[in-house]
Structure formats: C-alpha cells, structure tokens
C-alpha cells in the first residue's frame, strides 16, 4: 500500500478494503521507525491523526467522500495548522500553536484528508539543503549521508521514503522542485497567486507560492483539485473559476513544442544530469513532442535579482518577531531594547540573520535606488523574457538543479555556492510561472529531476505532460534502497 498512487489509495478505502485508520496507522508506524534516522518530521500526534481517519472512515462509511478522504497527508511545518505546534524550523517558534488554520489545511481538512504531521524545513523557508533547521539536518532517504534539498526538503524525504503518501511545500525560489529533484519526486510550483498564502508564514510575499509533492504527476493533479482556489484573506489570491487539475492527463504530446533555453545547458550543469536531462527530452520527442531552441537571455541575473529582493522582503516579514506578541523571547535582559536584541539574536538562526541584515541594507536610505529598484526593473525584465520564449513553444524544459544530492556539510559554509543550487528555478518565481520537477533517472545512483516550465494557468497541461512521461517510464516509481 505504501506504493500505491492516491487514485489507488481512494480506491482501496472505497471499497472498504482498507480503512482510513489502518492506513494512517500504516504511515504512523513508518514515521515512527524512520524518522529517527531521516528526521523528516517536526511534530507527529497519533492520537489527532487518528481522530481525523476516524471521522473519515464515518464519511466514506455514509457515501459523503471526496477523492482525498481518509488520505493521509504531511504538511510543511510552515502552514498554521490549529491546535498544532507550528515552528517553521525556527526556535522562534519553537513553542509556537498555531490558533486557527491556514487556507490549505483547512482544503484539505474540508475534503477529508488526515494531517499526518508537521514536515522538517529550512529556517523561515531560508536554505537549499534543509540545513538551516533549527530541529537539525533532514537526510535524503537515497543516501542518509546526503541533503534532501530545501526547504521544503522535510516533505520531499517523507514522501521518499513512503512516510506519506503525499506532502505539500512551498516554492519561494525552486524550495520544491529543487528537493523533488534531489529525492526522485515530482513537485509542482503553481501559477503565483492560484494556492492561497493565507496562514502560510512569510519569507517573501511577492514570491512565496504553495504547491503539492508526491510519488507521481498524477498524485500532483488529485492534490491541486483540493488546494487550488480563490481566498479572499489573502490579497494576492485570483479570482479564478475553479479547475480540475485532471483533465489533461490522458491527453495526447503529438505536435507539444517544447522550448530548450540554451542558458541551462551551458555551463555549471554537471554532466551527469545533462546526460539524464537530453534522455527525458528525447523520450518526449519519442511520444510525438518536437523541439526548439530558446533563449532565456537575462537567467544569469535571476540568483542576484532574488538574492535582493527576497531578503528585502524577509527582513520586513520578520520584524515581527520581537518576542512581545508570540514565539520565543530572550529569559533574561535590562530593557525593551535589549530584549528585542536578544530575542533575535538567539531566536534566528544564521542564515536568516544573513538574509535580514542583507534584506535591512537593501532597503535603507542611500541604497534603494541602486539595489532594490534596479532588482526590480531586472525582475521585468526576466518575466519578459518568458513572454518572448512562449510565442515560440507551449512549455519549456531543463534541469530543476545543476547537480544531484550533495553531502551534509559540503556547501554549509559557502552561501554563494548554495545560492547557485537554485539557479534554474529561480526565475520562474521571479516571473510568477508555474513550474513542475518530476523525476527523468539517475546519475550515480542518485535522482535527476526533469524542470518543466509552463505559461500562467497551464497546470492542468502541464501535469498531463509529466504524466505521459510517467506512463511509458518508472522513475517515479523507483524506492531508495534499505527504506522498505
């Protein structure tokens, strides 16, 4: 059952050959035997998980379920989940209960599905390799001695390693497809404002997105069909007919045009993951697709545009944590001035520090005009540049990161070499787009992840896209070794 796709797990609660409660059990179990080693989850509470499969069982029992009910899911320890421990990887919020819900636990409480815990994360989203976490390093399940990416990396090595069927994450610069990459799944970052970010704690709002990972594009599209919809909490959520996600799936590549960006097969892209990369895209061209060369001229801007304007953003987002109002504060000091100096200077970890004092200077008098602005003029610039690419394909594809996994502790204190993990997803957060990983094969034993990048409000293409691929090959379905 721990392999079974999401369509497969409703079927088997249909029909009543597997209850809600014995499969949440099943994956409470896995929790409970690999997460010592993996430390994919922050916080697990068996007894509300299984209160939530027991109402799940009475509304399947009573012909009331939805395609997720009775479905156990893992959600990334930076949505508000009410009455759980929500930390965002951060002793910031190491005591932190979260009031009331965000808007996608709270879709997916509506469609019935189980809250199977709390994932692992990079501090406040801010890392590529989930070392940032004030709760320690998460392992890739491929290879424990190896990052699982970030920050969404707690729910890419739960899915991994089948401690859930299915997680969600966010994506503010590739913090989905860049770990989908990394542990062999497909991870979807959706158009930016589709996925309410209300009750979603901010990094950087003009960029943050949520979206769904699991084992397969097919999973991605049941997973949208429950998160997707407009919110009216938040400002920057469309107004937009509801959609199912599902409905180009069996839809046929014959005469697809996909775009390849000469910019991200130059160089920085290892060979390994070329090689993977040019096999995926031959297969497609196999079932029909044809390819053209495109130019994404201003990509090599994209790491220094965001590496502005995200900590510009963070650096607003958490001036609210100054231990008055929630979270930790500082046990001793003299005054106000001192407990705010205290309380964030041992409340934030380092790279969030980084980002906060990066994001402070950018922004200050003097130098806002020749950071902050000239960023954003270039952010125009990039969105443009996928304007042009799209009157010449229907979606583009390439890498999601330049290598596969790499050790703990080999990029820990180099942040530039980090910062250039994410160098070909950023772009499309920067612009907005939707972009989906899903995996294409391995180099040295290790998952290679397919980018595919679409036009605003193509998911439903694009997951059809990934799932053809899924049909004629098996990747999505290989398991890490010794993870049985």
Sequence with gaps: MIDSSLKQMAAALASKRISSVELTQLFLDRIDRLNPRINAFITVDPERSLTQAKAADVRIARGDAGPLTGIPIAHKDIFCAKGWRTTCGSRMLDNFI?????????????????????????????????????????????????????????????????????????????????????????????????????????????????????????????????????????????ERAKEDYTRDLDRPLAGLKIGLPKEYFADGLSDGVARVVQEAIDQYRKLGAHTVEIS????????????????AEASSNLSRYDGVRYGYRAPEYSDLADMYCKTRAQGFGAEVKRRILIGTYVLSAGYYDAYYLQAQKIRRL??????????????????????????????AHDPVAMYLEDLYTIAVNLAGLPGMSIPAGFSDGLPVGLQIIGNYFSEARMLGIGHQYQQVTDWHTRMPEGIA
Excluded at 122 to 142: H, I, K, L, Q
Excluded at 394 to 404: E, H, S
């Design 98 to 238: 979260a009031p009331y819900d965000a808007h996608v636990i709270s879709q997916f409480d509506q469609a019935g599905a189980v809250n199977l815990g709390k994932t692992n994360m990079d501090e406040f989203a801010m890392g590529s390799s989930n070392e940032t976490s004030y709760f320690g390093v998460v392992r890739n399940p491929w290879d424990l001695a190896r990052v699982p990416g970030g920050s969404s990396g707690g729910s890419a090595a739960a899915v991994a390693a089948r401690m859930a069927p299915a997680a969600t994450g966010t994506d503010t610069g590739g913090s989905m497809r860049q770990p989908a990459s990394l542990c062999g799944l497909s991870g979807l970052k959706p158009t930016y404002g589709i996925c309410s970010r209300y009750g979603m704690i901010a990094f950087a709002s003009s960029l943050d997105q949520a979206g769904p990972m699991a084992k397969s594009a097919e999973d991605l599209a049941w997973m949208m069909n429950v998160m997707a919809g407009f919110d009216a909490r938040d400002s920057t959520s469309l």
């Design 296 to 311: 994404l001229p201003n990509t090599r801007l994209s790491i220094p545009v965001y590496y502005v304007l995200a900590p």
């Design 382 to 411: 990039i969105a443009q540049d996928f304007v042009e690419a799209f009157k010449k394909c229907d979606v583009i594809m390439g890498p999601a990161a330049p290598g596969t996994a790499f050790k703990i502790g080999e990029k």
